[in-house]
């Protein structure tokens, strides 16, 4: 009897201990992920995986890539090939590290597969539970390849010029590099040259701050972050910005100030009226030419990432009709307030007096993406011409056009006026480059026009595809 009762319970033991066993033996194994590379691995590439367990109690960890065949290691737990290996989470470890053509000189073009597995203990250690996670990439050994294409670039400081070249494989990003501002090359079938997939057109600019020495270059990058960097031939010019000194008038300070006050939410720990003493007004007036002003430069800059990758415009840019020049592109602005310096700026436009409330009108053709009141233009429009250009008028007193809408050469867009930080009725008018001030003058000028960009266009577009 006793000794049934002992079989009995030895058998629901043994049941109870192989149930746990099956069971043990379908638990989840860790969660494992592969973070980078993505699609492409080039000659330098970053490996991140990382790996989730309860306790981070591995048994296994291992990551390797495999291509026809032959595994070739990344990492394991027991010889981390020099990989970073992090505690992100009580549970989480992160694998990190880069692998090229030293640590994997096998590997060769095409595709390959990279997995990452591991085990762990489970049921006290008795059993283990797997899992495995890979992704198939492409390998791209060859660097992008950038061959400049159009010749005679003269490039005035303060101004812009144009770059044809082209660059393979086609779905690399190029552009030109100057110092450390990028311009992207857009398709050249985008200014009406077709049937070349590799060409690619560049606008770029020599910023008014930037030294005359600065590099300028063509630069690539694939889709496995191989790079590539091609120098063309190019002139600079010097060109004198003006310097000038603007006294501050009380009067003035107390028309422009609390308008601008109450638009600007950069500002709202202000308060001004009529009221206000002046050197609180004068106060306000630094803050506004100061930080409100690279505010507002920062959010016309990002308007850049509207831009269209076709060439809308044709011809020379037109001026304001009738107007008189009252300042002109990168001149430097002393600030005077009863005779003393309180402030420098410098001017990123042109200032274009007409009537007072005179029709504005596009300066070319494209497209409109900003409308909006803007801290010291006041109320503001830009308009797109593609592949990075754009042009801006401040200080209207209405506008006709909304965000979206396309509009014609000469087309009005709104009136001159002088809200935002003017002195009087003016249109203040800049051209954009990736939302970065150039000189409009070039732009104005029909021969710089025909010279710098459509001569070029031509050239390319009539020469013979390579083989
Ligand atoms: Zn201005």
């Known amino acids: 009897m006793i000794r049934a009762a002992l079989g009995l319970t030895a058998g629901l033991a043994l049941g109870a201990a192989l149930a746990a066993w099956i069971s043990a033996g379908q638990v989840a194994g860790p969660a494992l992920a592969i973070v980078q590379p993505g699609e492409f691995v080039g000659r330098t590439a970053p490996f991140v995986a990382t790996a989730e367990t309860p306790g981070a109690d591995f048994l296994t960890l291992t990551a390797h890539i495999e291509q026809d065949g032959t595994v070739y290691p990344l990492f394991s737990l027991d010889d981390p090939a020099g990989a970073a290996l992090e505690q992100e989470t009580d549970d989480r470890l992160r694998i990190a590290r880069t692998f090229d053509r030293e640590t994997h000189p096998d590997l060769t073009e095409g595709p390959a597969r990279i997995v990452v597995a591991a085990t762990r203990p489970v049921l006290f250690g008795l059993r283990e539970s797997g899992s495995e996670t890979a992704v198939d990439v492409t390998i791209r050994l ?3 390849r950038l061959t400049p294409l159009s010749t005679l670039h003269y490039v005035t400081h303060g101004g812009s010029e144009l770059v044809v070249y082209r660059v393979t494989p ?14 992207p090359g857009y398709p050249a079938d985008g200014a009406g040259i077709d049937g ?3 060409l690619r057109i ?3 600019a020599l910023l008014h701050d930037q030294d005359l020495g600065t590099p300028i270059e063509l630069y690539a990058r694939d889709r496995a972050g191989n790079d590539a960097t091609a120098g063309f031939a190019h ?9 000038s000194r603007i006294p501050l008038s009380d009067g003035f300070l107390r028309r422009v100030v609390p308008g601008i006050v109450a638009q600007s939410p950069e500002l709202a720990g202000e308060h001004a009226d009529d009221s206000t003493p002046a050197d609180e007004l004068l106060q306000i007036y630094l803050l506004i030419n100061g930080q409100l002003r690279e505010s507002n430069r920062a959010a016309i800059r990002a308007l850049a990432a509207d831009t269209a990758p076709r060439q809308l415009w044709s011809g020379p840019f037109r001026q304001l009709a009738n107007s008189q020049v009252e300042s002109g592109f990168a001149d430097h602005r002393t600030y005077l307030y009863d005779g003393n310096e309180v402030d420098q700026q410098v001017h990123l436009g042109f200032d274009l007096a007409s009537t007072a409330n005179a029709p504005v009108r596009a300066a070319n053709a494209g497209t409109v993406v900003f409308t909006e009141y803007l801290g010291i233009f006041g109320r503001c429009v830009v308009i797109d011409h593609g592949m990075g250009l754009q042009s801006l008028y401040a200080h209207l007193s209405s506008v006709d056009v909304a965000p979206g809408m396309p509009v014609e050469r000469d087309q009005q867009i709104g009136l001159s006026g002088q809200t935002g930080l003017a002195g009087g009725d003016h249109l203040h008018f800049a051209m954009l480059l990736q939302g970065r001030p150039v000189t409009p003058m070039e732009w104005w000028d029909e021969h710089w026009i025909e010279d710098r960009v459509l001569r070029k266009l031509r050239e390319v577009a009539s020469a013979p595809a390579p083989r």
Do not use: H, N, W
């Not at 002139?235 to 310097?243: K, N, P, S, V």
């Open 202 to 204: 560049a606008l770029f």
């Open 170 to 183: 086609a779905d690399a990003a190029s552009g030109v590099r100057v110092g450390d501002v990028e311009y």
């Open 196 to 198: 070349r997939d590799d």
């Open 142 to 144: 060859t660097p992008p």
């Open 235 to 243: 002139r600079i010019f010097e060109r004198r910005f003006r310097r």
